[in-house]
Structures are given as structure tokens and as C-alpha cells.
């Protein structure tokens, strides 16, 4: 395979990378990703991309995009997740929101959301994951009861990213009582000011990133927000989750930790340390294997092909490489790693959240032996 990059894309990477380098605070070459959620400087910043063309460029012309290529979508996102992700929660609209909208949203709601998304100007978070459920989305017991033009929404979310910030919400929830499993779920797209929504921040050792329970008590939407048929959200659902897995390039952070590393090996000592070169070259190389295998994700996405076993392939390597990182650092710095700001404190943090956003590594794997075994199982 030849994952060749063309003049245009790498005028792309090159005009985005130095726009990071102009607009972007010292301080940000430390921060993680995640740790400033929804600022007025990622609001600046999500508008200045979008003023030069560079925030849904992989878009439709006809939603506020360039028709550009695909492989926009993982160059931008390798440049700003190495940064830091400087475009906040926002990642998160670029990446599955607005195309779910636009893919099967009715015509009023691609005006009501999407220029605003196309533009940085709003924040969303998802209503997915519940206390008896977790990440088996299947499992849910959300409830969206129909009264005339109008749905009563009760039940629970929770690890919801961004809702204490969050103007609106997309909600999952099931549609049909009797219905079991991936049947009956339909989804809803909800303002966050809508009575009955309440939002509880979780405490937790993730002091960078807020999660979040979500209880819905009586909560009357119209129909008018429902995105998609009734009882048909799946599929909708099944590709927004595709595009999540791989749309936070995290192997590019955990590369530039990598080199952060070797960089101070020699005033450290470190090389003299036994296993640790061959610890940073097996961590390097995770990173270059999960960026490989999204590539291969990607590809299998613009050349319509089956992505489920590809894009799971991809999320658990990396979750992998961030873990190897975070492990050699922590390893190296020792104490140092209690430190806010330090290498090991920041990366062990990045690496918790990978292993639990867009589906735990567990269920990627249960995924992939599925694709893999088939009934045998």
C-alpha cells in the first residue's frame, strides 16, 4: 500500500500547520487535548479556521465545506490533535455530528445546525452511554414516548463529554417498548436549555476533562427533533461511531510525547537505562502502526468498502500506543509524573480517556471477534 500524499494535501498540511504555529498560545505546547473543552479562545480559533476554508473543508460545498478530499479530515486532525486540539469539543462536530445531520437530517434541521457547526459557533455533546448499559449502546433504556407531534423523553446518560458546556445534546433513545437490541432506537437532537434536561458533572481523576450524568425527567421535544425515521437511528448511529473511533488522531499526540522523551534521554541518563531504547522504539512504532491502520480505515471509507473491522483494528492500536507511551513515561519520570504539566502526569490522563471515548477497548475487541468468528462466537 502507498499512502502517497498529493501537492494539494501537503499545501494543506503545510498552510494549517503554520497557522498553528502563528495562532496558538506557548502554553498550548503542553496542554492535552481535552483540556480546554469550550473557551473563548477555541471559539476564536474554530472561526478562524473556518474564515480560511480550513474547519470542514472535507464537506460538502452545499453544508459550508470545499468538496475537498477525505484525507483532509485526518491531516487536519493530526495537525491539531499534535497541538493540542485547539479547536476544543469542537473535534467532535467536524467530525460525526454534522455529517450525521447532513447524511440524514430533515431540510430544516441542515439549516438550524449546520452552518453553525461549519462555522465554530456551537458546542454539542452526545447523549450515548447509560449506568445499566455502559458502552453497549444496544442495551439502552432511554425512553422517547410519542404524544401527538411531541416525544416525552425519560432516563438516564452518563460519561457524557462537554454537556456542563454543551448548547445542544444528540440523544439516543428507544422509540418502540418492545423493542430488544439495535430495533426501536431513534435519535433526537435536543437544545440543552430544554426543561427537563439536568446536567450533573461526575468527579474524577481526569481533572482535565469533565464527565457528566445526563437525566432527562418528562422531557417534551417535537417530533421536529428527531433525526431520521422513527425506530431507524442504528445505522445513523453505527456510522457516526465509525467516524468517532478514528476521528481524534491520538497516535499524533502520542508521537510528539515519543520524541518529547528522546529528547531528554541524554540529560536524563536514560539511554544508559536498560530496555529503554528498545521501550521508546516499541512505542514509536505503536504510533506508526495505529496511524497506518486509520489510513487504512480512511481508505476503506472513500473506496466504499466495509470499514467495521478496519475501523475497530484502528481505535484498539490507538489505544494502544497511547498506553505504551503513557507507561514509558510514567516509568521514566517516576515521582516527577505527580507533577501537573509533567510528561507522565499529562500523558497517563490522555491515555485513560482513549481507552474509554468512542468505545472501551474491550468492546473494539469483542467487535473485531465478532467480524473475525462470525456465529463462532
Request: charged content about 25%.
Amino acid at each position: 500500500m502507498e499512502f502517497g500524499w498529493t501537492e494539494a494535501e501537503l499545501a494543506f498540511r503545510a498552510e494549517l500547520s503554520g497557522f498553528i504555529a502563528e495562532a496558538l498560545p506557548e502554553e498550548w505546547a503542553t496542554l492535552i487535548p481535552g483540556e480546554h473543552a469550550d473557551t473563548s479562545f477555541t471559539r476564536r480559533f474554530s472561526r478562524a479556521l473556518a474564515e480560511r476554508g480550513m474547519f470542514v473543508s472535507h464537506w460538502p460545498s452545499e453544508y459550508g465545506g470545499a468538496d475537498a478530499s477525505p484525507w483532509r479530515f485526518i491531516i487536519s486532525g493530526e495537525e491539531l490533535w499534535a497541538a493540542g486540539e485547539p479547536r476544543g469539543s469542537q473535534y467532535m462536530n467536524v467530525n460525526w455530528i454534522g455529517p450525521a445531520i447532513f447524511s440524514s437530517g430533515s431540510a430544516a434541521q441542515k439549516e438550524e445546525h449546520l452552518k453553525r457547526i461549519a462555522t465554530g459557533d456551537v458546542t454539542w455533546c452526545q447523549g450515548f452511554s447509560e449506568p445499566g448499559a455502559g458502552t453497549d449502546l444496544a442495551a439502552l433504556n432511554t425512553s422517547a414516548v410519542r404524544d401527538g407531534d411531541d416525544y416525552i423523553i425519560n432516563g438516564e446518560k452518563i460519561w457524557t463529554s462537554y454537556a456542563q458546556v454543551a448548547e445542544f445534546c444528540f440523544i439516543l433513545a428507544r422509540t418502540d417498548p418492545d423493542s430488544v437490541g439495535t430495533k426501536g432506537i431513534s435519535i433526537f437532537l435536543v437544545p440543552t436549555t430544554t426543561p427537563g434536561y439536568k446536567a450533573e458533572v461526575i468527579p474524577s481523576v481526569l481533572d482535565i476533562h469533565e464527565y457528566n450524568r445526563l437525566t432527562f425527567t418528562d422531557m417534551r421535544v417535537p417530533s421536529s427533533c428527531r433525526l431520521g425515521e422513527e425506530n431507524e437511528g442504528w445505522e445513523v448511529i453505527r456510522r457516526a461511531l465509525a467516524h468517532e473511533r478514528i476521528g481524534g488522531p491520538r497516535y499524533a499526540r502520542a508521537a510528539l510525547v515519543c520524541e518529547r522523551i528522546a529528547a531528554r534521554a541524554e540529560a536524563k541518563g536514560w539511554w544508559q537505562l536498560d530496555g529503554f531504547a528498545s521501550r521508546l522504539a516499541s512505542a514509536r512504532a505503536a504510533c506508526a502502526a495505529a496511524r497506518i491502520l486509520v489510513y487504512q480505515a480512511l481508505d476503506d471509507r472513500v473506496k466504499a468498502r466495509p470499514d467495521d473491522l478496519s475501523v475497530s483494528l484502528s481505535r484498539v492500536a490507538i489505544v494502544r500506543c497511547e498506553r505504551l507511551v503513557a507507561e514509558l513515561a510514567l516509568d521514566l519520570d517516576g515521582e516527577e509524573s505527580l507533577v501537573v504539566g509533567s510528561i507522565g502526569h499529562g500523558q497517563i490522563k490522555t491515555s485513560m480517556i482513549a481507552g474509554l471515548g468512542g468505545g472501551s477497548a474491550e468492546v473494539q475487541l469483542n467487535l473485531i471477534s465478532r467480524i473475525l468468528l462470525g456465529s463462532a462466537r
